[in-house]
């Protein structure tokens, strides 16, 4: 176990910049989810700790040695593919005792290891199939085990779950988070899923274009996102802007949100309320009825504000009243409010 | 209502297929036959020629040791050949599989390939120019080396495998490369965050996972150079005597047609059953 | 040992393979301009032996005749090749997999045997030697050949295309020619090629199943050079190396043999 630190890494491709000066720390024996769009620079900096890429400059730290010079075998590393990556010519047993192999460890304790790592991911009767007699669950979970019965320092997973469907989905999440903590090693991983990131991690680091834009734990960084970017990216957001004004921030509409020194706010979907009309709160909007959908536990009301979209999120019984369409009134509490950096 | 299109289709396939498997027949399968049934005679049943069924013409082949002799003769020259092609080929898939990246990995895939597919006849042709005395070979030695050395490669044994290893060496290169390439990077990437350094990687993963690729290789090697005599005759001189060529005899010089069929089929036989030891590999491995 | 010094070793183990193999056949053409006779050194650049290959009635026969029966053979190998492996392809039936690993006794067993045994057979029925036999010959060979290129062109055709021609109501033929024909072209071309190739450069089964006086153009070589030769020899393979390499080029081009694409 130890502590994982990133500091001012550099990579190009050519023209673009892969990694933009990205500096982070990933406290020991803790979950850590990198989240970011396609080309946002995440799977880079996880190859970068796993050493397939090689910055320009900068250095990385596993524990106190910097390692930017040691190749990836010497690391120390678990690592799981997002195509699992297991060896077609070896049993699931072989595969997982692959990395004991290397390290020369075998007989009685290698088959102990062996068959402790596939107890923990519950995979105990299958040590004698072949990756493709298996299913892509059971994929994931022996490469897991494989990843983690070397007792690495670090953890690495790159988009573990996306080749799986829904519902499966979530049971790994909840097995992953469960067998993370059973074995307290730091973990990082890489999603594109914001949902998953915010399930399975303590802390969070939201990538884009390269740099890192904004980390933390994913309650703060879910309530106080301070740019549009990471508002609409980590969970849903309605964006209202204006100029600012001595009082507040005077919106498109002429309504005045005091308090605000930004140019944009936002108010996450579920904070919103729709009544029919207009509201004691010091924060409302006039609106238009657009669509109501409904879906189950939770139902969404479309409306237009401005030419803008705006959705509020609550539970369907929440919407009587509100008629289909029309003009209705949109409210929310002052702390709901979100301050919106520019730019 | 189904059965009615399913009968349709039928018909279609079929007479898609017959003109194909048609020809197979009568050009393949009814001449194998058709050998098999010669080797049984005593003599051609042409003209006015008496002929009658006979096993003496396998009888020939235990008699005496010679045909025995040339057809170990020959297998071994297929040993060595194939076992010389896999090891200097299967290094080069490797490096073109996965040390060459983008363009020119299709491109220099192509400069191996192509002189496969270049006159096998006029290939060996070029081999006895360059290894004869006072060929080419000969004179490049002797400008290099201060001394004396007369290299004269040509009609020995040595002339004949590298004729044939540099006709049959693409087959090898090229099954191998499509196997290796099969390999997923994400794999050796795996092999590599668990610790393992190259040579593991190699023994333990590039190895067992190319082994089907190497075998087919192999195996479209054997078959052919078990059974030649061109190669022989043209490099090995009065030394070039092998099965292959002893069965050319039967049918262009001795006109012991029958007595060829029955060696040929000797051939076949032994050809087959080697074979059919080596599917199994190749079919385990379609996982 | 580092990566970068083990990849440079890899390059120039490919770099002396490329010039194991193409050494020979370079010397060969080189030889061919030589003006020696005897093959004797030094160079002196000469352009005698192809124009003596030019009155050399004997070869060009040859060599007509050689491109004449690959062209038939092409023609008939491809088509046939291409309808088999429409139909195996496009229909499921029992046997299938019987017929397919039908198609590997002519590359698996050795063309002496194959040869040999067509001489055998020709014989008893009547066909005997000479060009119509050695055609039949050269289809059989060139026949999987065609297929498997073919087959691989078609496992890249999806075959929801000719279901949807069907619903609108073209009938078998309309769907080949007009939705399956045009996709697979590429493979089919690529398939010709490898027949035309096959045939020209056949050697083996010529040899058994031609008229000695009408040889293929290889047979003629191989007696040539049993007999003794002059470099002609090596001007008409240079000209045929140059034929089949140029033939396989292009044959590359159309079906991305090897390539990334």
Redesign the interface.
């Known amino acids: 176990m130890a502590e994982i630190r990133v500091e001012n890494l550099i990579k190009t491709y050519g023209e673009a910049r892969a990694l933009d000066n990205v500096t982070l720390a990933f406290a020991d024996g803790g979950f850590f989810g990198l989240l970011g769009p396609s080309g946002s620079g995440k799977t880079t900096l996880l190859r970068a700790i796993a050493g397939f890429v090689i910055p320009d400059s900068g250095r990385v730290f596993i524990g106190d040695s910097s390692v930017e010079n040691t190749p990836v075998e010497k690391r120390e590393i678990g690592m799981v593919f997002q195509n699992y990556a297991l060896f077609p010519n070896m049993t699931v047993a072989e595969n997982v005792g692959f990395g004991l192999a290397v390290r020369k460890i075998s007989g009685q304790e290698r088959t102990q290891r062996v068959r402790d790592a596939l107890e923990l991911v519950q995979l105990g009767p299958y040590s004698d199939r072949k990756p493709h007699q298996l299913s892509g669950g059971q994929r994931q979970r022996v490469a897991m085990a494989r990843a983690i019965v070397t007792k690495p320092r670090v953890l690495l997973l790159d988009e573990p779950l996306s080749a799986l469907d829904k519902a499966l989905r979530i049971d790994m999440q909840i097995e992953l988070k469960r067998i993370q903590r059973e074995i307290g090693i730091t973990t990082i991983f890489v999603t594109h899923d914001q949902e998953e990131a915010l399930t399975l991690s303590d802390q969070i680091g939201i990538l884009k274009d390269g740099r890192l834009i904004r980390h933390g734990a994913p309650r703060d960084v879910y309530s106080d996102p301070r740019d549009e970017f990471t508002a609409r990216f980590l969970g849903e957001a309605n964006i209202l802007s204006g100029t600012p004004e001595e009082k507040g921030l005077r919106l498109r509409d002429g309504a005045l949100i005091s308090k605000v020194k930004t140019g944009s706010i936002a108010v996450r979907p579920e904070n919103m309320r729709i009544t029919p009309a207009k509201p004691k709160s010091p924060n409302c909007l006039r609106a238009e009825m657009r669509q109501r959908i409904f879906a189950g536990a939770l139902g969404t009301c479309v409306l237009d504000w401005q030419g803008d979209v705006i959705k509020v999120v609550a539970r369907d019984s929440d919407f009587y009243g509100v008629p289909d369409t029309g003009p209705v009134w949109l409210s929310w509490s002052d702390d709901s409010t979100i301050e919106i950096a520019d730019g | 209502m189904s059965d009615l299109i399913a009968r349709s289709?039928?018909l279609?396939?079929a007479a898609?297929?017959s003109?194909?498997?048609i020809?197979?027949t009568?050009?393949?399968?009814?001449?194998?036959s058709?050998?098999i049934f010669?080797s049984l005679l005593s003599d051609v049943?042409?003209g006015d020629r008496t002929w009658h069924f006979t096993l003496e013409n396998y009888g020939a082949f235990f008699e005496s040791t010679t045909y025995a002799r040339l057809l170990w003769k020959s297998l071994m020259l297929g040993v060595t050949v194939t076992v010389v092609s896999v090891i200097?080929?299967f290094?080069?898939a490797?490096?073109?599989a996965k040390?060459?990246r983008?363009?020119a990995?299709?491109a220099?895939?192509?400069?191996?390939?192509?002189?496969f597919?270049?006159?096998?006849?006029?290939?060996i042709?070029?081999?006895?120019?360059?290894l004869?005395g006072?060929?080419?070979l000969s004179?490049a030695i002797d400008a290099v080396l201060p001394w004396d050395v007369r290299i004269n490669l040509m009609f020995s044994p040595t002339a004949i495998v590298i004729g044939l290893v540099?006709s049959y060496?693409?087959y090898v290169i090229?099954t191998s490369?499509l196997a290796l390439q099969a390999i997923?990077d994400?794999?050796i990437?795996?092999?590599?965050?668990?610790?393992?350094?190259?040579r593991?990687i190699l023994l333990?993963?590039i190895l067992?996972?190319s082994t089907p690729g190497i075998i087919a290789g192999a195996?479209?090697i054997f078959?052919?150079v078990?059974?030649?005599?061109?190669e022989p005759?043209?490099l090995g001189g009065r030394l070039g005597t092998y099965y292959?060529t002893v069965?050319?005899d039967q049918?262009?010089a001795v006109f012991n047609?029958p007595l060829?069929?029955a060696l040929?089929f000797i051939?076949?036989a032994v050809?087959l059953t080697i074979?059919a030891i080596a599917s199994p590999i190749l079919r385990r491995a379609q996982? | 040992m580092s990566n970068r010094f083990l990849s440079r070793i890899g390059l120039l183990y490919l770099g002396m393979i490329l010039f194991f193999l193409y050494a020979p056949i370079l010397v060969m053409a080189v030889m061919s301009f030589n003006a020696s006779e005897f093959y004797q050194l030094p160079f002196s650049y000469s352009t005698e032996w192809y124009e003596r290959l030019q009155r050399n009635d004997e070869i060009l026969t040859a060599a007509w005749r050689s491109v004449w029966i690959a062209i038939i053979t092409t023609i008939i190998a491809t088509t046939l090749g291409t309808s088999a492996a429409i139909a195996l392809f496009r229909y499921e039936f029992t046997g299938k997999r019987v017929l397919q690993v039908l198609l590997f006794p002519p590359i698996a067993i050795p063309w002496l045997i194959t040869g040999t045994a067509m001489l055998i057979f020709f014989f008893g029925v009547g066909i005997g030697r000479g060009t119509p036999a050695v055609i039949i010959g050269h289809v059989a060979l060139a026949l999987p050949y065609v297929i498997v290129v073919v087959t691989a062109r078609l496992s890249t055709f999806d075959r929801s295309l000719e279901e949807a021609a069907r619903s609108l109501g073209a009938s078998a033929w309309q769907v080949t020619r007009g939705v399956t024909l045009p996709w697979i072209l590429p493979g089919v071309i690529a398939g010709g090629l490898f027949a035309f190739a096959v045939s020209f450069d056949q050697f083996v089964v010529s040899y058994f199943l031609a008229e000695p006086g009408d040889s293929t153009l290889p047979v003629l070589i191989y007696t040539a050079i049993r007999k003794g030769f002059t470099p002609e020899i090596n001007a008409v393979s240079t000209i045929i190396i140059a034929i089949s390499m140029g033939i396989m080029l292009l044959a590359a081009r159309f079906s991305n043999f090897g390539g990334e694409r």
């Open positions: 289709d039928r279609r396939a898609l297929l003109p194909a498997y020809w197979l009568v050009a393949v399968f009814l001449p194998l058709a050998m010669f049943p042409f200097v080929g290094p080069c490797y490096v073109l040390v060459v983008g363009r990995r299709g220099l895939f192509l400069l191996v390939i192509l002189p597919w270049s006159n096998s006849l006029v290939r042709f070029s081999w006895a120019i360059v004869r006072n060929g080419v004179t540099h060496l693409p090229l490369y997923d994400s794999l990437e795996a092999a590599r965050s668990l610790g393992a350094k190259r593991t333990r993963i067992p996972l195996v479209l078959v052919p078990v059974g030649s005599f061109m005759r043209l292959g069965i050319e049918f262009v047609w060829g069929a040929s051939l076949l050809v074979l996982v």
